[in-house]
């Protein structure tokens, strides 16, 4: 098994970055022909999917994403002053957290002949929910 870390830099609360060329370039280093990698958060506020890459669409994920699990919505997790050993700088962020569930924090794609196998207009993406920050997405071939 061969693996490398990324770092994806986020400037907004949500964002979408498309990660597909990194993962092919690191196949190309690799020199494996066939397997299959998989790409995975090292974080609980990110959101790991494959689909398309297009504007409008991205723009009812977030929507979507705001529908289903609503920043302002009372969490439990954003009652600070109840947990403990948190930093001071530790955001209300639930909302980010259960979106990540939704979404979930890996995808595995298949490659043959050293090329990712996705579809015309898939890439692998990685969804910033709780942005900005510069986060850490491991890449692994099998």
Same mark, same amino acid.
């Given at each position: 098994?061969?693996?490398?870390?990324?770092?994806?830099?986020?400037?907004? #609360? /949500? =964002?979408?970055?498309?990660? #597909?060329?990194?993962?092919?370039?690191?196949?190309?280093?690799?020199?494996?022909?066939?397997? $299959?990698?998989?790409? /995975?958060?090292? &974080? =609980?506020? $990110?959101?790991?999917?494959?689909?398309?890459?297009?504007?409008?669409?991205?723009?009812?994920?977030?929507?979507?994403?705001?529908?289903?699990?609503?920043?302002?919505?009372?969490?439990?997790?954003?009652?600070? &002053?109840?947990?403990?050993?948190?930093?001071?700088?530790?955001?209300?962020?639930? &909302? =980010? &957290?259960?979106?990540?569930?939704?979404?979930?924090?890996?995808? #595995?794609?298949? /490659?043959?002949?050293?090329?990712?196998?996705?579809?015309?207009?898939?890439?692998?993406?990685?969804?910033?929910?709780?942005?900005?920050?510069?986060?850490?997405? $491991?890449? #692994?071939?099998?």
């Amino acid at each position: 098994m061969l693996t490398e870390t990324i770092q994806v830099k986020s400037t907004s #609360s /949500f =964002s979408c970055h498309p990660i #597909s060329e990194s993962i092919q370039s690191f196949l190309d280093t690799s020199q494996q022909l066939e397997g $299959v990698v998989c790409a /995975f958060s090292q &974080h =609980s506020t $990110v959101g790991m999917i494959v689909n398309e890459m297009e504007e409008r669409l991205i723009l009812d994920l977030g929507k979507w994403l705001e529908e289903m699990a609503p920043t302002a919505q009372g969490y439990k997790h954003d009652d600070l &002053h109840l947990r403990e050993n948190i930093p001071e700088d530790e955001p209300k962020n639930a &909302h =980010s &957290h259960l979106r990540a569930l939704l979404l979930g924090n890996h995808v #595995s794609v298949p /490659f043959k002949n050293g090329k990712l196998q996705l579809g015309k207009y898939q890439e692998i993406i990685m969804v910033e929910l709780d942005g900005p920050r510069e986060r850490n997405i $491991v890449i #692994s071939i099998q």
